[in-house]
């Protein structure tokens, strides 16, 4: 990511919307890998 | 308890006294040179590296992997999973003698190691996070004495001081989740103060949050290291319930560490996002980096994860390695590897052989106090007059 900030609102408009984007597969992907990883204790 | 706990009149020449004591004895004599020569004598330290494989194997990776006492007896007396109680006394002696060494090894390490107490009687210097460390370390040190010391007074008949430990296991195990939750992260903390030495893919102003998570890593890991490796050594000296109670543990603590592995990956990767380095993962430390998250943290997290499912106590103990592995290596990275980054290659540091050597001699200390206890003490086995005492 090579962009050019020129003031620091631009920098954390473009990192936080980066970081709130990567939240949502995240909160998703270890949900799903905890139901898998104690799976076996519900079974 | 297995029938044959009671200690056996054995040779004394074992490959590993043998080795032991060659270690020791040139260990005794780099101590010598160190005390007599000073730091300049045996270690390769300089005025742009102040902190070597001391402070970065010594003291972080000791301190990381000394964290299996508080998570296990959190686990066990706060959150009443009692059915990883036997692995309490060996978690707390592995602590106890993590932190003992720890202190051991920053007398070598500081210029002048008699002033070790100054920041607790002379100045205290509270605006400094290193302040903060030095008394949770002292602190916790202590906390781990009392914690241990209910085995040696049931090995040496003290039933009423035996009681009267036990009655604080509760305080006590407080008291070591909030001092080893203060400078756990802290000893992170240590680095926000050099954000034009740390290499940025390592540097983040979350570094406090990630030496605390590793430090649970680690423990979890240590717990499932020391108990493969008690059980491999010391399996006569276990008892019906230690050896029916090793698979649950080996199987909750890998579970535990397979998620927290994966958050920590997560929380690295929101690192990388909200300090925008991705430009970074380009170049050859970029490259480094991967290697450590994906080989050291991904990898762990989706093997403990497969050990786990399959029920293969065999891989979630090699996995353990790999975890540990990566313990040391990322706090190899963040205090040597990615440390003063932009110096020439002439002005990097690489330990001297005798640095290493008195490194290996306190590990070997500790491994020799450790084979002592357990061989006498009821770490692995319940004591007769105390059993269903909890």
New interface residues.
Partial sequence: MDNVFYTLHDFFLHTESVTYLLVIPALLGITLFWRILAGKDEE | MSKNVATTDKSWITPFNIISGIIVVIGVYLTYLRFSGGLGAVTNLSDYNPWGIWIGFDLLTGVALAAGGFVTSAAVYIFGMKRYHSAVRPAILTGFLGYALVVLALHYDVGRPWRLPYPLIIQQGTTSVLFEVAVCVALYLTVLFVEFSSAPLEWLGLKRARNIVVKLTMVLTILGVILSTMHQSSLGSLFLIAPSKLHPLWYSPFLPVYFFVTSIIAGLSMVILESTLSYRYFKHKMDDVHLKEKNDITLGFG?AA??VL??YF?IK??GL????N??YLKTEYGTWYLVEHLGFVALPSLLY?LG??L?SFGLIKWTSVLAVLGIILNRFNVCLVAFNWHLSPSDRYFPNWMEIGISIFIVTIGLIVFKFIVTRMPILYEHPEYKDAH
Avoid at chain 2, 273 to 276: M, P
């Fill in positions: 579970k397979s998620f994966a958050g997560i990767i929101f996002s909200s300090s925008n991705w430009h994860a786990v499912r029920k």
